[in-house]
């Protein structure tokens, strides 16, 4: 018996050099090979719901874009025809877009930074065992959740409080959120408890240990909080709808809801008077009730879409965290 057939597969030959072992890379390509359907059927999966999701958003802008007589037929449907501008520098013209686009700017802006830090607050209170009655005040918030007043108490409250036609109602009711305290919870929770207990024995009080030691490791649960509140804030129009008879208080979304609503009575004016029409109108000259609902339309979405992508790290990883706890 010769030294060649006493070696063993993969084992070293008396050369120094070691074989390849066929069997473990045989059942390693048979093993991808039977991932290789489920991989397939994945990916389309996904880029069929990808679709599904995009196409909307895709159709909108591929509408306002195009010639108005085109895309009041219901021609167009993956490629634009007739490109031009026109209608987002008609749009951009109503008359208080820009007043309305300042306060859904502010109250997104100030309502998100005041959702945010309520949530981290209350999120880490609710972890400190020395809290007087923090169950009773836990479930006291989280069941605000699954039970509400109603509409007409709420307005009652409201006007009682003195906030119809002001600004803060659009702040000061939307700052404590069930949900999004539930998730900073979990997140404090999931963070060492050492980094407490030695910040307290330096000294540290409750207020810097929250806004030194727990507030800067917050970020990815934060981010998630800020994407979900300033989601909210700026598509809400229905506080503006209950509350505000001020138009100089009129918000971006409540504006172009009103003119998407008015679509067809602009577009017909616009075509009777040749575009002699006051500014309120004025937009609707050479539109159709198609072009200015999709133009619209699309002036409310954009702003938002670009705030995701700019906290997709962090929105992933929080929003993991923040639901497991461990």
């Not at 120094?16 to 045989?26: F, H, I, N, T």
């Not at 006291?140 to 600004?167: D, E, H, Q, R, W």
Request: proline share 5%; aromatic share 12%; hydrophobic share 50%.
């Amino acid at each position: 018996m010769t030294t060649t057939e006493l070696t063993s597969p993969g084992a070293p030959t008396p050369s120094g050099a070691s074989r390849p072992a066929p069997a473990r890379r045989s059942g390693s390509l048979d093993r991808h090979r039977g991932h290789l359907p489920f991989t397939i059927v994945n990916c389309a999966v996904f880029a069929l719901l990808a679709f599904v999701c995009g196409y909307p958003f895709y159709y909108l802008i591929i509408n306002s874009v195009s010639a108005n007589d085109v895309s009041a037929l219901g021609d167009i449907r993956f490629l634009p025809q007739g490109m031009h501008l026109d209608n987002y520098r008609q749009v951009f013209q109503l008359d208080g877009l820009p007043q309305a686009a300042l306060v859904s700017f502010a109250r997104t802006v100030i309502g998100t930074a005041a959702t945010v830090l309520a949530s981290a607050y209350l999120g880490f209170m609710f972890t400190q065992a020395r809290l007087w009655k923090r169950a009773f005040w836990y479930r006291a918030v989280v069941i605000t959740m699954y039970f509400n007043a109603g509409l007409i108490p709420v307005f009652i409250i409201m006007k009682s409080l003195g906030l119809t036609n002001s600004f803060w109602v659009y702040v000061l009711p939307l700052i404590v959120q069930p949900f999004n305290i539930i998730l900073v919870k979990t997140f404090v929770e999931s963070m060492p408890q050492e980094l407490q207990e030695a910040a307290e024995m330096d000294g540290a009080g409750i207020l810097q240990v929250f806004f030194r030691i727990y507030l800067p490791n917050m970020t990815p649960i934060l981010a998630t909080v800020a994407i979900f509140s300033a989601v909210t804030q700026w598509n809400s129009f229905q506080d503006t709808l209950i509350y505000i008879t001020d138009q100089s208080l009129y918000t971006l979304q409540f504006l172009l809801y009103m003119y998407i609503n008015q679509a067809d009575s602009l577009a017909q004016a616009a075509q009777q008077s040749g575009g002699n029409l006051s500014a309120i109108a004025g937009a609707a000259t050479q539109q159709t009730a198609t072009s200015i609902r999709t133009t619209v339309a699309v002036v409310v979405v954009l702003p938002i879409l670009f705030i995701y992508p700019l906290f997709q790290r962090y929105f992933v990883k929080g929003i993991m965290l923040g639901a497991v706890k461990g």
